[in-house]
């Protein structure tokens, strides 16, 4: 079975600083790969996804993330962070092979002070 | 279009009393997810339908927890005999077609449960 480990559970940041949150998966075969975020009381709303092609994939509101395979990695960045990124993070994976679940990473809660 | 929306919001119960929590998915959407979070944990799955239908109840943590779906639409989770450590947000998801490559799954506000 599939698992995701995000490094950090919790980041605080000044506004404009950069942004790197970390997440590794353990699985053997292909994935797709997932960042998810939840603001402030609202709903998980996809950020960006990768499923083939270009590693390093472009999501909304500025970030983007990098699929490094042989690291087994997926980390999300975002060069300067602004106090609306305050939100908590969810990486996912799910194995590319017919039917599979998602499976989370516990999350990393991102504070921006103003 | 509408999201997929879940109810009650919040449900306060006392221990060993049943709950339902209720789903309704986007329309058209043929996959429905259940899935639990914990204080200061990730999301656990708990159950996948595809339809009416259940292949997958894998997650679900005891014989306490049930689901059902009707209509290829609304689904409900029940939890009977509610324990504490029941107390979580129920999230519901939904997706166009079952665990297809990279399709993204929809989620619902969440049910926050407390059980005293």
């Known amino acids: 079975a599939q698992s995701v480990s995000q490094h950090n559970h919790h980041v605080i940041l000044s506004e404009a600083a950069s942004l790197e949150l970390g997440c590794n998966y353990s699985y053997g075969g292909t994935v797709n790969l997932f960042w998810y975020v939840q603001y402030p009381g609202q709903h998980l709303q996809l950020l960006l996804k990768?499923?083939?092609?270009?590693?390093l994939v472009k999501g909304i509101k500025g970030f983007e993330a990098e699929f490094i395979k042989s690291k087994f990695s997926f980390n999300l960045r975002k060069p300067s962070v602004q106090w609306s990124d305050t939100a908590e993070y969810f990486c996912a994976v799910k194995p590319n092979s017919g039917y599979s679940t998602l499976t989370f990473g516990k999350g990393t809660m991102l504070l921006v002070s103003p | 279009g509408a999201g997929v929306s879940q109810s009650p919001s919040n449900k306060v119960t006392e221990k060993g009393k049943d709950v339902e929590l209720r789903c309704d998915p986007i329309?058209?959407?043929?996959?429905l997810y259940w899935y639990r979070q914990r204080l200061g944990q990730g999301l656990e799955f708990l159950i996948y339908f595809q339809g009416n239908s259940a292949p997958d109840k894998s997650g679900l943590p005891s014989d306490r927890f049930s689901a059902e779906r009707t209509g290829e639409s609304v689904s409900t989770l029940t939890i009977q005999r509610t324990q504490q450590e029941d107390s979580a947000v129920y999230l519901c998801?939904?997706?166009?077609?079952?665990?297809?490559?990279?399709?993204?799954?929809?989620f619902g506000p969440g049910t926050r449960l407390t059980v005293t």
């Open positions: 990768y499923f083939s092609g270009d590693p």
């Open positions: 329309s058209g959407h043929t996959a």
């Open positions: 998801a939904s997706s166009v077609t079952p665990g297809a490559t990279a399709l993204e799954q929809y």
